[in-house]
């Protein structure tokens, strides 16, 4: 089942997985709470966990804590973004376990900073998440790269490739912010009549995941010049371009 994104009592995006796991609660509680079991499945390899509120789980690369506890039922920590990873702060994630059926259903939530990401986020948790099933059904775990097909799907799903019209002085700033899965020098090998555009400013940086972040902003006179889903569809071509290549 595909993640949905809401907002956290925090304000923050926060992105909701929901799957079945044939295996009891203690099962899977093992699978997500002892380091070597973790490691298995989770992106960042797990050295220790300190099991309980307020204990330190110690990662290759970061450092989290505890914030809830409850076994086997609940199990949440927050984690300190690495360096490279400088537009997120303290991400939470939560793991709930309710029984069901043959197995249990575990309810997992990711709260995060940079909304722009959550596609990136969605679809490496969705390999992660098939990574867990594998894990406690003793079958080989692959960690595979998340497909392009699916990233995409999931910015149309939640509306990240929509752009936004800013009031600036005495006009209107045109604004996209788009995560894609390509690297800085494909995207800019493709940009082609984006790039000859002296309208349009265009800024590319590192970002989630393996592929670079697209800035588009564009000054108009009027919202009525703003013209937002004709960009829509010029980064969408973008896009196309780029995974083509």
């Given at each position: 089942?595909?993640?949905?994104?809401?907002?956290?009592?925090?304000?923050?995006?926060?992105?909701?997985?929901?799957?079945?796991?044939?295996?009891?609660?203690?099962?899977?509680?093992?699978?997500?709470?002892?380091?070597?079991?973790?490691?298995a499945?989770?992106?960042?390899?797990?050295?220790?966990?300190?099991?309980?509120?307020?204990?330190?789980?110690?990662?290759?690369?970061?450092?989290?804590?505890?914030t809830?506890?409850?076994?086997?039922?609940?199990?949440?920590?927050?984690?300190?973004?690495?360096?490279?990873?400088h537009?997120?702060?303290?991400?939470?994630?939560?793991?709930?376990?309710?029984?069901?059926?043959?197995?249990?259903?575990?309810?997992?939530?990711?709260?995060?900073?940079?909304?722009?990401?959550?596609?990136?986020?969605?679809?490496?948790w969705?390999?992660?998440?098939?990574?867990?099933?594998?894990?406690?059904?003793?079958?080989?775990i692959?960690?595979?790269?998340?497909?392009?097909?699916?990233?995409?799907q999931?910015?149309h799903?939640?509306?990240?490739?929509?752009?936004?019209?800013?009031?600036?002085?005495?006009?209107?700033?045109?604004?996209?912010?788009?995560?894609?899965?390509?690297?800085?020098?494909?995207?800019?090998?493709?940009?082609?009549?984006?790039a000859?555009?002296?309208?349009?400013?265009?800024?590319?940086?590192?970002?989630?995941?393996?592929?670079?972040?697209?800035?588009?902003?564009?000054t108009?006179?009027?919202?009525?010049?703003?013209?937002?889903?004709?960009?829509?569809?010029?980064?969408?071509?973008?896009?196309?371009?780029?995974?083509?290549?």
């Amino acid at each position: 089942m595909d993640p949905t994104l809401g907002t956290h009592t925090d304000g923050r995006p926060a992105l909701r997985f929901e799957r079945h796991l044939k295996h009891p609660l203690e099962v899977v509680w093992r699978a997500i709470t002892e380091p070597e079991q973790l490691s298995a499945w989770y992106p960042f390899r797990a050295l220790t966990i300190d099991l309980r509120v307020g204990g330190h789980i110690r990662f290759e690369g970061m450092d989290a804590v505890v914030t809830q506890l409850d076994p086997p039922k609940v199990f949440a920590f927050s984690e300190h973004a690495p360096p490279e990873m400088h537009r997120e702060s303290d991400d939470l994630i939560h793991f709930e376990l309710t029984p069901d059926g043959d197995g249990c259903r575990l309810v997992f939530t990711h709260v995060f900073d940079d909304r722009p990401a959550a596609a990136s986020y969605g679809s490496g948790w969705a390999v992660c998440l098939t990574a867990l099933e594998a894990s406690v059904d003793g079958e080989e775990i692959r960690m595979e790269r998340p497909s392009d097909a699916h990233h995409e799907q999931l910015i149309h799903q939640f509306g990240l490739d929509k752009g936004r019209v800013e009031r600036v002085g005495e006009g209107y700033q045109v604004r996209f912010e788009r995560q894609l899965t390509r690297p800085i020098e494909d995207v800019r090998a493709a940009l082609g009549d984006l790039a000859a555009d002296p309208s349009v400013h265009i800024e590319l940086s590192p970002g989630t995941g393996h592929g670079a972040r697209l800035e588009l902003t564009r000054t108009v006179s009027s919202e009525a010049d703003a013209d937002l889903d004709s960009w829509r569809q010029r980064i969408n071509d973008l896009v196309r371009r780029v995974t083509a290549g």
